[in-house]
């Protein structure tokens, strides 16, 4: 294999794209797992018009499986690159930033989830989406990305670790704080609290998007920047349905907490 620039700038525009469209499907309607299932009835429809029945996967078993090719596909690219070359900075910051978030995610993170079983047909467009992004994020740094010597030293690399760093923390200090809202076995909903809970209804998905901004600007790198739209478009929707959601359920939900951007929005 050898980088093809235009192959990563098709790639990088079409995950543009699928977040444009994610945005426009679900900017009105949440995508349907976890709190926002059963889903709504599609406008139009009669509401008394019962879902198809769902398969459904426990929560742990489908966040592992779909998780996992998000940290596999980056290994594998780095691994099997012929001559083998782990030393350049791309290759680094690939296997450290990257592939650490996901290693959590993989094999930290949905070990101890506690939540609803997970919709398969969702797990299904996971997997695809994080063979297709694992891709993209390991091809480029493996075979395309060259960086100047001095780069640790660039501003924009130590800002952007610093972010991705800060979102990481939040990220996982959030989804901890979430963990903690019910006992093993428990599926009901509470008001979050602690932590920038304080602020927003959706401090995981906050802190998930300053890490891939912080990625993005590390790496100063088409396919990274891409990946950090993508997930503003997909999990921003998300933040502000939950917010919604907590508005509707808890009469005493504290009306200063934003949905995603503290003081902002
Ligand atoms: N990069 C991306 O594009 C992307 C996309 C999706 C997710 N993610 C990341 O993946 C992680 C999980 O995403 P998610 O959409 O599943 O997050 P979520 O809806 O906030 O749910 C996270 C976990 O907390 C539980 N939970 C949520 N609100 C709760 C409450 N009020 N009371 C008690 N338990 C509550 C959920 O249980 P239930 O399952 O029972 O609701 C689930 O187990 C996040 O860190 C997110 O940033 C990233």
């Not at 489908?62 to 290759?91: D, K, S, Y």
């Not at 997970?118 to 960086?147: D, H, R, S, T, W």
């Not at 800002?159 to 901890?176: A, E, P, Q």
Request: charged fraction near 15%; aromatic fraction near 18%; charge should be positive.
């Amino acid at each position: 294999m050898h980088c093809l620039p235009s192959l990563v700038m098709a790639l990088s525009a079409l995950l543009v794209a699928l977040g444009v469209l994610h945005l426009w499907l679900f900017h009105h309607q949440p995508s349907c797992y976890g709190k926002h299932e059963p889903c709504q009835p599609k406008e139009g429809k009669h509401p008394a018009a019962r879902a198809p029945r769902r398969a459904h996967l426990p929560t742990r078993c489908a966040w592992f499986l779909q998780e996992l090719p998000a940290f596999l596909v980056p290994v594998l690219l780095l691994a099997l690159r012929n001559p083998p070359r782990f030393a350049p900075l791309g290759c680094r910051l690939l296997g450290s930033m990257f592939c650490g978030h996901y290693f959590h995610r993989t094999f930290i993170y949905s070990f101890f989830r506690r939540g609803r079983p997970f919709p398969l047909k969702i797990l299904f467009f996971g997997v695809l989406f994080c063979i297709y992004n694992g891709f993209l994020q390991g091809y480029y740094m493996v075979y395309c990305a060259e960086y100047p010597d001095d780069w640790c030293k660039d501003i924009r690399f130590m800002s952007g670790l610093l972010l991705f760093l800060f979102g990481m923390g939040v990220n996982i200090h959030s989804d901890f704080l979430l963990r903690q809202l019910r006992k093993p076995g428990e599926f009901t909903y509470k008001i979050p609290q602690g932590g920038l809970f304080a602020y927003v209804s959706g401090a995981n998905f906050f802190g998930e998007i300053l890490e891939w901004f912080g990625y993005a600007i590390a790496t100063w790198s088409l396919p990274a920047l891409a990946f950090a739209f993508f997930t503003l478009c997909f999990i921003g929707p998300r933040a502000y349905h939950h917010h919604r959601y907590y508005l509707k359920k808890f009469t005493g939900y504290p009306r200063s907490r934003k949905a995603l951007i503290p003081f902002i929005f």
